[in-house]
């Protein structure tokens, strides 16, 4: 009997299968590619809300544990999606130096804000009143962290490439079962898929649309990510993610033409050199209107757990979760109220 059956292969699935792996735990994970964000995110890390200059609960606690986390990884399967990678703030105007300034003066905020404004140029990119610099940012390559940890579990025997079919879930005592499969505990992580999911669904998981372009630019040479009410980051070979936009009705997972125009638009009042679109993506990121995770035990089946809601801040969040669910499935430790999914009353 394996110790966990976990639903769901994006980031925060696969968090968690780290998470029992790093316990001497056994596994099976199933996955499909449905309603998986974390293949089309930037995967930027930063522990700053740079739209609000907010520092979220414990960001700098989330940080300092995934990045161990994910070396442990890295080294292990001998490969490399993190990469540390500065992110420059671009001020349109002076008040908005100002208001970074004032920022970087709270404490919190402090050790992320760096106070000396840069005036470095690049070329095409126009940065009139300079950049300020957020310390302790990077980004995942998302699709290298995801093939590489999938290959890995297939390899070992620990994936089953398959859509979960909730009517095939049984109960015992002291089990779950599903296609033959036995095991202590399910862990559901599937995303904004869990809408299917007939034992979570009444939460309000509300999934924000979001899409970003691949260009190809030449001529921009960036060598940092710039933050100017979109993204643009340099992923190598002349090639940049620019992101993203939000959308809160369509629910598709279909890039649109009224995406790739606000982003164009938004994009060309930066930039002023070519560009090249090579690519067009979307997904729904699985947030929650009160912008925290959704994890806990179901309050009838006490086998069946969840760990989902990471929002656009998973790279950061998908470790440090799935080590409070573990804690709390495994040896009983209480979950915090501002993540237990328990403090939505459905």
Known sequence: MKDFIIVGGGLAGLCFA???????????????????????????????????????????????????????????????FM??????????????????????????????????????????????????????????????????????????????????????????????SYKGIKASHIIFAEGFGLHANPYFANLPLDGTKGELLIIKAPELKLDVAVNAGIFILPVGNNIYKVGATYEWDDKTVFPTEQGKKELKEKLEEIITCSYEIIGHLAEVRPTVKDRKPLIGTHVKHKRLHLLNGLGTRGVMLGPYMAKLLYESVVEGKEIPKAVNFTRFKV
Not at 19 to 32: N, P, V
Not at 47 to 71: G, N, Q
Not at 116 to 125: M, N, Q, R, S
Not at 143 to 167: P, R, S, V
């Open 18 to 80: 780290e998470t029992a792996f790093l316990h001497g735990k056994t596994f099976t994970l199933i996955s499909d590619t449905s309603h998986n964000a974390t293949g089309v995110a930037a995967g930027l890390y930063n522990p700053v809300i740079l739209k609000r200059f907010s520092l979220p609960a414990d960001a700098a606690l989330h940080r300092e544990y995934m990045l161990p986390f994910y070396d442990a990884i890295e080294k292990r399967l001998d490969t490399v």
């Open 83 to 176: 990469h540390q990678l500065p992110i420059y703030r671009r001020f349109a105007t002076i008040e908005e130096q100002n208001t970074w300034f004032e920022a970087a003066d709270k404490p919190a905020l402090s050790p992320f804000l760096i106070t000396e404004v840069i005036h470095t140029k690049y070329t095409g990119l126009t940065s009139p009143f300079g950049f300020g610099r957020v310390a302790g940012t990077g980004y995942m390559d998302t699709m290298a962290f995801i093939n590489a940890y999938q290959n890995h579990l297939d390899a070992n025997g620990c994936l089953k490439n398959e859509t979960f079919d909730y009517k095939a879930l049984q109960f015992g005592d002291d089990f779950v």
